[in-house]
């Protein structure tokens, strides 16, 4: 069984197979959802045959490198984009057959500035809770209660081009809550945005999640992905893999030690050289190294890098993480192109 195919998430598979006799318990839905672009010769398949299936109130995180189809997908599930092949559904309805119903439920925050930069903050919630059907006093409460919940109300006079990255992000996701969607959808929300910033802003996702809203969110940073119920990685359009962070990090045909010793040229030259290593990296002021049997791994390295004359700082067995997950599949998938 290749590691793709192993974590191949067992719902999606189910869905995908059966996909007209289950009964779905499932919030957001998606069926061999593709789209292809007409553009170019022969047109460009940017999302193929993806199926995936998130329950009531869980987080789905999306990760792909640069044009994996993150964005694609964020708008077929949003109802703003129609799908070539395959559907979607939200709340159980399709959001092609059934716009309206599916888009009532749903709050989308796409990857570009969607605010209108000559608004105030104040004006901006207001357009987008009219154009949602939030209306009277419950308009007033929402706003309210959004401007508390983002913090943003001292800067309500403030007009939304003069906000600062991370301002303009707690904005944007003010606007798509404040109708109080049952699911959200998030293209990468972080992005370019402080590190406090980015916390706060996942501080308010996940109240969003434990109020059990459904959300499906896409990022570049795993940190981000290691908060997610489910992952799925996207390549060239296709679904990867898909799973628990847990569960997929466990999966990883490695283990990983860390090593940071002095001089560094010798402490590269011993891992460059040891037939142990299977592949490794550099983080910081350390490296990273994938190994079939860490603890053997870890006792041939004391021993090198001591008779090489290296003072050892750190030398361990460490957690996989989701970024092993991500780069090993990345590169088993871009070797075997
Ligand atoms: N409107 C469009 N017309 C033609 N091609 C498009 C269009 N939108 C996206 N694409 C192409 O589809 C592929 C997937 O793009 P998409 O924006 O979904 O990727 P992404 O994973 O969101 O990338 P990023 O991480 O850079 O945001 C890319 O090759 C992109 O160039
Ligand atoms: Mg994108």
């Known amino acids: 069984m290749t590691l793709l195919s192993k974590f191949q998430h067992p719902e999606v598979k189910q869905l995908a197979q059966s996909k007209d006799s289950l009964v779905s318990t499932f919030q957001v839905e998606a069926h061999n959802l593709s789209k292809k672009f007409t553009k170019g010769k022969n047109g460009i398949l940017a999302v193929e045959d993806f199926s995936f299936a998130v329950p009531a109130g869980q987080m789905f995180g999306l990760l792909g490198p640069d044009g994996a189809g993150k964005t694609t997908t964020l708008r077929m599930l949003a109802s703003v984009m129609p799908a070539t092949k395959g559907n979607a559904k939200v ?21 570009n500035f969607s605010l209108y930069p000559d608004l105030s903050v104040m004006e901006n919630l207001i357009f987008f809770a ?19 919940f983002t913090r943003l109300k001292e800067f ?22 404040l109708h109080e969607p049952q ?21 308010i996702l996940s109240k969003v999640v434990q109020d059990g809203v459904t959300v499906v969110v896409s990022t570049p940073y795993m940190d981000e992905a290691e908060r997610c119920h489910q992952v799925g ?105």
């Open 130 to 148: 009219d154009i949602n059907g939030v209306h009277g006093k419950r308009r007033n409460e929402r706003i309210q209660e959004m401007l508390a």
């Open 156 to 177: 309500t006079d403030r007009r939304a081009a003069n906000l600062s990255g991370g301002m303009k992000k707690k904005l944007a996701l003010a606007c798509a809550l």
């Open 233 to 337: 990685i996207l390549y060239n359009g296709k679904l990867l893999t898909s799973g628990s962070p847990s569960d997929l990090q466990n999966g990883l045909p490695f283990e990983i030690v860390e090593v940071k010793a002095k001089p560094r040229k010798v402490m590269r030259e011993v891992v460059g050289d040891a037939p142990y290593v299977l592949q490794w990296r550099t983080i910081g002021d350390r490296l990273r190294l994938s190994v079939k049997d860490p603890f053997t791994a870890t006792k041939l390295l004391e021993n090198t890098l001591a008779s090489e004359g290296a003072e050892i700082k750190v030398l361990r067995h460490s957690k996989r993480s989701m970024e092993d997950v991500f780069i090993h599949l990345v590169e088993e998938r871009r070797a075997s192109n």
């Open 183 to 203: 699911v959200l959808i998030l293209d990468e929300p972080s992005t370019g945005v402080d590190p406090v910033s980015r916390r706060e802003l996942w501080v």
């Open 91 to 111: 709340g159980g309805f399709d959001t092609q057959r059934e716009t309206r119903q599916a888009r009532q439920l749903i709050g989308y925050m796409p990857q």
